[in-house]
């Protein structure tokens, strides 16, 4: 808890600075011409979905079963990296920057909402020609993940959740919380300094951060219009009482979770343990929020186990 404190405090004050030393840049971005260019790989393109231009990238196999990858505020596809180089072998990885992140950037539509997250998966998955898939998805993104998954049971065959959003947090329940003027700052301007204090919340082991996953977080929020979608998102972010919903999810869900997770506390992941009908809880000592990046090669382990395991999922490509 002081670590969060801390971590908080820092951002708010760095926050506080930016407004004024980076208004400059608060306002113009960074192009996303120059950020694609530096980060856009040979598996990556560009697809026009129900009215957004959305960044999605596709390894392994087109004919294997397809597992989508969801990362979560403020982060971007690149989150998955470990992962994605686990599974392609086996899977056919997709993974894609929410709408308002990474190079996807702003939705015209605004559709920043969990709920409406969680329905643009549809969206998704039609643009792809996938009628069934495994889901996995971390913290903003697990919480678009079980809500899909809650809607679409027909649709998702296996749910792996690394701590997701899900009980009412920190002020947060059936109306947003109110957002510090630091906080708005931060956003627009994302100083490296701040970047890194933000690393550090989410990481138990700051010795696991290196400068370049720093260096491509600050890019990703620095995105041209990026910045004002990420304020637009925590101004609509709620989290009502979950527990229904999750009842209704029919796919054998498996819970990876940090047991050092200041983020969102462990405890959550045992209420939805048991809120979900087939779920399993894995806990990951000196682990933090985000364990598909600070414990990649255990976490995907156990992923792709739950995954083998699986034998009721049905995953088909639509005709």
Do not use: C
């Not at 980060?39 to 390894?59: M, Q």
């Not at 397809?66 to 180089?85: M, N, Q, V, Y």
């Not at 701590?163 to 003027?181: F, K, M, Q, R, W």
């Amino acid at each position: 808890m002081k670590k969060f404190l801390l971590a908080i405090l820092a951002l708010l004050v760095i926050g506080a600075a930016g407004a004024g030393i980076y208004y400059w840049q608060a306002t113009q971005g960074v192009s996303a011409a120059e950020l694609e260019a530096k980060y856009v790989t040979p598996a990556d393109r560009f697809v026009d979905i129900s009215g957004a231009r959305v960044r999605i990238r596709e390894e392994g196999d087109p004919t294997s079963s397809p597992i989508l990858l969801i990362h979560g505020f403020t982060h971007s596809l690149e989150t998955w990296d470990g992962w994605a180089k686990a599974l392609k072998s086996e899977y056919r990885v997709i993974r894609y920057d929410l709408l308002g992140h990474g190079l996807t950037g702003p939705d015209p539509k605004e559709r920043y909402a969990p709920d409406e997250r969680a329905a643009f998966l549809s969206e998704i998955l039609d643009a792809l020609d996938i009628e069934n898939a495994s889901i996995a998805g971390n913290s903003l993104g697990g919480l678009a993940a079980w809500r899909f998954a809650s809607e679409n049971p027909d649709r998702v065959g296996a749910l792996i959740l690394i701590s997701p959003g899900a009980y009412p947090l920190n002020g947060v329940g059936d109306t947003p919380a109110e957002i510090p003027a630091a906080m708005k700052a931060y956003l627009m301007t994302a100083p490296e300094a701040g970047v890194l204090a933000s690393a550090k919340l989410i990481y138990a082991n700051d010795s696991k951060i290196t400068e370049d996953r720093v260096a491509a977080m600050r890019d990703m929020i620095r995105r041209e219009g990026n910045g004002e979608a990420l304020i637009t998102s925590l101004e609509e972010f709620t989290l009502p009482d979950p527990t229904e919903a999750l009842s209704q999810i029919a796919a054998p869900t498996l819970i990876l979770w940090g047991e050092d997770d200041i983020v969102i506390p462990i405890d959550q992941g045992r209420k939805i343990e048991s809120a979900i009908p087939n779920a399993r809880l894995i806990a990951y000592s000196g682990v933090g929020h985000a364990a598909q990046e600070e414990a990649p090669d255990k976490s995907v382990a156990d992923a792709i186990a739950f995954l083998r395991e699986d034998t009721s999922a049905t995953i088909a490509v639509a005709e």
